[in-house]
């Protein structure tokens, strides 16, 4: 019995002396890991910079099934955020600063606890140098967890290090995975639509459908507008010489409606037209090669383009769908005319006189 009690007395005296030690611990922490990313610097910005990708490559994210996200109006760029919640654990984060292709500030809090995360990109030898950096401070359970599991440096390192990992295999198979299909000449119904408008240079083109879209998206949810579709880009100007595009973000709609004047939404028309499909199946970024694809075709087969119609593309599945781009299916549609009949001739049966037919009659579009 004395035994058992030099025992429980030992154990409650290193207890003591444990809780002391971890206590006294300095409670601030600074972790930096980096990693070099097989994609062009641009690229890999770009999709840290969009919280919606988060879910795709960090690891405490895709290591927790119960987790649901929350998406705001504005998830790119300074101001934008994102929250979380799941069994055991919940959390935001807000982007504080962010300078295009170089670096990225956020805040994060997650548990009641604050974290300040610093991004920075930098061009190096097969492809990007990322680093990550955390700086924050812990509570004295925080601590005590770490103090188990080898140290706050490995715990917090480890989460990088398999994060900046899965973002490597998502970047360079998700990005880079696409395939591009002809389908052919085709009849594209009209219909009400509603849409917003903007202009910008062709390097901001990506990132402006990347926030519009979303932002079209809040806008039915907000008024209660059951869409009749799929969202949709229709491009008004693509002046690659001046460096200078104009489209609408679209999304279709049963009837017309009216808008309350001094919006930047407008409801609109569309008119029916004849157009080549090309279909996509894989990341936005692969939109310019379809188009130069069905551009091609076009040519090859010597059909005249529409140039009174707007090239449209229609986000048919995308990352509101499946968080993979690889899977992403977008089609797009070049306006053309209906390739007419040739003449044809042919001979009565009763006499050999040949009959010419007058006119060349269009071929019927494919509804």
Request: with cysteine; charged share 25%; aromatic share 12%.
């Amino acid at each position: 019995m004395r035994i058992l009690k030099y025992i429980f007395l030992l154990f409650f005296l290193i207890l003591i002396g444990l809780t002391v030690f971890v206590a006294t611990q300095k409670p601030n922490y600074d972790v930096t890991r980096a990693k070099v990313i097989k994609n062009p610097k641009s690229v890999v910005y770009a999709y840290i910079n969009d919280y919606r990708n988060w879910e795709t490559f960090a690891s405490w994210i895709k290591n927790d099934e119960s987790i649901k996200f929350n998406y705001p109006e504005l998830t790119i760029g300074k101001g934008a955020s994102c929250s979380w919640k799941s069994d055991s654990n919940e959390g935001t984060m807000k982007t504080t600063f962010a300078k295009e292709n170089d670096s990225i500030a956020q805040i994060m809090i997650q548990n009641d606890e604050q974290s300040t995360i610093y991004w920075k990109f930098k061009d190096t030898v097969g492809g990007t140098k990322v680093t990550w950096r955390s700086k924050g401070k812990l509570d004295f359970k925080s601590k005590v967890l770490a103090f188990f599991q080898g140290g706050v440096n490995s715990v917090v390192g480890d989460v990088y290090e398999r994060s900046l990992e899965n973002l490597n295999k998502t970047l360079d198979y998700e990005i880079n995975t696409f395939k591009i299909k002809i389908n052919g000449i085709v009849y594209r119904p009209g219909g009400f639509y509603l849409k917003q408008f903007i202009h910008c240079n062709q390097k901001e083109v990506d990132k402006n459908i990347k926030s519009l879209v979303p932002r079209m998206q809040h806008f039915f949810e907000k008024n209660n507008i059951i869409a009749n579709g799929k969202p949709f880009i229709l491009y008004h100007k693509y002046d690659r010489a001046n460096d200078y595009v104009a489209f609408s973000v679209g999304m279709p709609i049963r009837d017309s409606i009216n808008i309350m004047p001094g919006s930047d939404i407008e409801s609109k028309e569309l008119t029916p037209y004849t157009c080549l499909k090309i279909t996509l199946i894989g990341d936005y970024s692969h939109t310019q090669a379809a188009w130069k694809k069905g551009l091609d075709y076009i040519a090859k087969n010597k059909l005249e383009r529409n140039t009174t119609g707007q090239i449209i593309e229609v986000y048919v599945k995308g990352r509101g769908d499946v968080k993979n781009p690889s899977q992403w299916i977008t089609e797009i549609y070049i306006p053309v005319y209906p390739k007419a009949v040739p003449k044809r001739t042919y001979k009565k049966p009763t006499d050999s006189t040949t009959v010419v037919i007058p006119e060349t009659v269009p071929e019927t579009p494919n509804p």
